[in-house]
């Protein structure tokens, strides 16, 4: 079996098998692996959205002021090498076959010794804190998969510092039914005599979160009370970040990360360099430097002007208000608008398609299942959708949907593909492959 069926032989998170949470199994398996993730400086980031753009502002940033960082994130979106980067560059297979195969040998011994399997997140969390060590970075930005406390990353004992972007109610039969629960789980990366920043902002989760940072003896950083503002121009052709601290001059920025919801991202990154300032030191003309050439794909992502074409993994209501606010801000920009769409089925449409009812403009959508094996089945797409009254055509797959959005939008109108990560890179390598055919026929 070589190293991609491996890895996509595991159990996943929704499979039947189930997700059984708790650290011993990761644990074990590290100790089989000489413990690599001991002695790493990490910042660690939790957060129902967010923490995947606020890790990429802050890994693209130290690595300008020359550090050597490493990356850890998820899901990857054009090959699974992704998520675990040094210095910007994937995991080479070569490497990653290496390291795979002690893995895999530390899960034998850990399923002969302790009957016990790990999961599809425990073994990549292992493999990459494995690669890490190999590899020695300066600083490691290490995102968490799901939740907090006993997410696989939550072995690290002592880090630089810890950031929870932001909570909103997702996967509540695990994580718990409301903002405060949610909170809890995400508090749990909070360590002893340690540095917490948040920009969460429902008061009984700042509640908890402020309650377990004390509790652990760490410093607490609300960051809205770091800010007098922190604000967006939130067009989707281009992003200028403002902040401005108590007793200091505005400072602006130009993002090359779309959306006013990078504006808190950003802040949250710059406000954790500040901390980290005096061993970890960052000048201005850095960060501005990093800032205009972040590469985070299939997030608010502009891969066409005319017509205007964005591809987001918005996948949760939150996200899709975020969205929807960032369609608004920009509305005298395009014409019509349409949406390729496709989500997966554990996901909460209705609150979805509340957000998508909200815009002053109506959306055509055009549905399609995703490749996922947890993608919603199109004939309950399609009863949802029809429900609303929304405008729509159904198609057998996204490549299909995305040609014919691409086909029908006039060169002033906005198409967006959204949904998930599957919905955004399927529709995305279909309408960029359509453009270049058609510009190869201009030549």
């Known amino acids: 079996m070589d190293l991609f069926e491996y890895i996509n032989s595991l159990s996943l998170f ?6 059984n949470p708790g650290l011993d199994r990761i644990k074990r398996l590290l100790h089989y692996l000489g413990n690599p993730h001991q002695d790493l400086n990490v910042i660690h980031l939790a957060g129902t959205n967010g923490k995947g753009s606020t890790a990429a502002i802050l890994e693209r940033i130290y690595r300008e002021a020359g550090f050597k960082t490493a990356l850890y994130s998820s899901p990857h979106y054009f090959h699974f090498n992704e998520r675990i980067k040094i210095n910007g560059r994937a995991c080479s297979t070569y490497e990653l076959t290496e390291i795979m195969d002690e893995v895999r040998n530390a899960a034998a011994k850990l399923k002969s010794e302790n009957n016990l399997e790990p999961s599809f997140f425990e073994i990549v969390t292992a493999a990459a804190f494995k690669y890490f060590k190999q590899h020695e970075p300066e600083i490691v930005i290490l995102e968490t998969g799901l939740g907090g406390r006993l997410d696989a990353t939550n072995v690290i004992k002592k880090p ?4 929870i972007t932001n909570i909103s109610l997702e996967h509540r039969k695990i ?6 629960q949610i909170a809890a789980e995400k508090a749990g990366i909070i360590k002893e005599n340690s540095k917490v ?5 429902q008061a009984e989760a700042l509640k908890v979160i402020k309650n377990k940072t004390l509790e652990k003896n760490s410093k607490f950083i609300d960051l809205k009370n770091e800010y007098e ?12 970040i403002s902040l401005k601290r108590s007793g200091e001059e505005v400072e602006n920025y130009r993002l090359s ?9 950003t802040a949250l990154a710059l406000r954790a360099i500040e901390e980290l300032n005096q061993d970890f030191s960052v000048n201005n003309k850095d960060i501005k430097t ?25 996948h949760n209501q939150a996200a899709f208000k975020e969205l929807a606010k960032n369609i608004t801000n920009s509305s005298s920009e395009f014409k019509n608008l349409h949406l390729i769409f496709s989500i997966l089925r554990d996901k909460d449409l209705e609150s979805i398609l509340g957000e998508i009812l909200k815009l002053k403009q109506q959306p055509k959508f055009y549905l399609a299942e995703n490749t996922s094996f947890r993608s ?14 929304f405008q729509y055509e159904v198609f057998n797959n996204l490549a299909a949907a995305s040609s014919r959005a691409l086909k029908n939008a006039d060169k002033d109108d906005l198409i967006v593909a959204a949904g998930s990560f599957n919905t955004t890179f399927e529709a995305g390598i279909e309408i960029m492959t359509k453009k270049l055919e058609v510009e190869n026929n201009y030549e």
């Not at 920043?197 to 902002?201: F, G, L, N, Q």
């Not at 939130?234 to 992003?239: A, C, I, P, V, Y």
């Not at 990093?290 to 918005?314: C, F, H, Q, T």
């Not at 919603?376 to 009254?389: A, F, G, P, Q, T």
Request: include cysteine; glycine fraction near 8%; hydrophobic fraction near 40%.
């Open 376 to 389: 919603i089945k199109i004939k309950d797409l399609e009863r949802k959708i029809k429900s609303r009254n």
């Open 175 to 180: 994580l718990g039914d409301n903002a405060a």
């Open 257 to 265: 990360l779309l959306g006013e919801h990078q504006a808190e991202n």
């Open 229 to 240: 503002f922190i604000k967006s121009c939130g067009t989707l052709k281009e992003n200028i």
């Open 197 to 201: 920043i948040t920009a969460v902002k």
């Open 14 to 19: 929704g499979s039947k098998s189930g997700y």
């Open 290 to 314: 990093a800032l205009k050439n972040i590469y985070w794909p299939g997030r608010m992502e502009k891969i066409s002007e005319k017509p205007l074409v964005i591809l987001d993994a918005a």
């Open 160 to 163: 630089l510092l810890s950031i």
